[in-house]
DNA sequence: GATGACCTGTGA
DNA sequence: TCACAGGTCATC
């Protein structure tokens, strides 16, 4: 569930409440849980001491940069993570995942010197704790998404629209339900081949995807959309009423409507 | 580019 | 008891 918006409001709290406080220890139970040659151990003395100083994102990536030279830290949300700074949290409140606070949920945490706690609760554990994540293999982000690198990234696929919108080496931050509403308000079959769409289609994706995240980021999340009511088996259109198509598109579960969408 | 595995809470 | 949710990675 957490997309890009779910990682915006978590970066934005961290921006706000976590950043220039002294790290007393770390919390990194899970070795699992660090990716990508992370460890605990190296985790722990890389953070220990310093203070984050600006909080960064990158489609659904948390980057969150370090004093004194230190690395920068990257936290990905999975599909049930959430931050949480001072016990309290930002992003999806609780669709798929349970919003208890359950202890043994606490992959990963920072202790800052003055008591007080930033942590990333993750129920279902794919979340991720990183070092100096590779920025670059995630393509542009989608808050920040012009209509030509669109044009760029979707013209010339022949995989279905919806599996190019979500690759996040091409377009940063558009997940299952972000990229089912902009298709669905966009008129556009998520299983149509990408090279299909014309030079019209490619704008009113573009204006798509720009309405979805700004209406969906006001509203409060991914979670909102007015295509939401018809991703339930038997659910009609709430645009026109007609019975909705559940497929496999992509490898995600889609919902689409067969009458308005082409 | 498509598929399955990863992991685990939830609800039928 | 089991299907399903879903972001990402390894493998085909």
């Known amino acids: 569930m957490p997309e890009i918006l779910e990682a915006e409001q978590a970066r934005a709290l961290v921006a706000a409440a976590a950043l220039d406080r002294e790290i007393a220890s770390v919390h990194a139970p899970d070795a699992w849980f660090c990716k990508r040659g992370a460890t605990p151990t190296g985790v722990r003395r890389a953070l220990t001491g310093r203070t984050l100083t600006e909080a960064r ?18 936290l990905h949300l999975g599909m049930s993570g959430r931050i949480l700074v001072d016990g309290d949290g930002a992003g999806d409140p609780l669709l798929y995942a349970s919003n208890r606070d359950e202890p043994a949920w606490r992959r990963f945490g920072l202790r800052f010197a003055d008591g007080g706690t930033l942590y990333l609760r993750d129920p279902r554990r794919l979340g991720a704790v990183e070092l100096d994540p590779d ?39 558009l997940g299952n339900l972000l990229t089912d509403e902009a298709l669905w308000r966009a008129g556009i079959d998520p299983a149509r081949p990408a090279r299909t769409l014309g030079p019209d289609d490619v704008a009113g994706l573009h204006r798509a995807i720009r309405s979805t995240l700004r209406t969906l980021g006001r509203r409060g999340g991914s979670h909102t959309g007015d295509h939401m009511p018809g991703r339930v088996p038997g659910a009609v259109c709430p645009r026109d009423g007609a019975p909705m198509l559940r497929r496999t598109v992509g490898g995600r579960t889609t919902y689409s409507c067969p009458v308005h969408q082409h």
């Open 135 to 173: 920025e670059d293999r995630l393509g542009p982000d989608a808050l920040t998404l012009t209509r030509a690198r669109l044009a760029a990234v979707v013209t010339p696929s022949a995989a279905p629209v919806k599996a190019v919108l979500m690759d996040q080496s091409r377009i940063a931050g």
């Open 57 to 74: 994102r990158r489609g659904k990536l948390l980057l969150v940069d370090t004093s004194a030279d230190g690395p920068v830290l990257g």
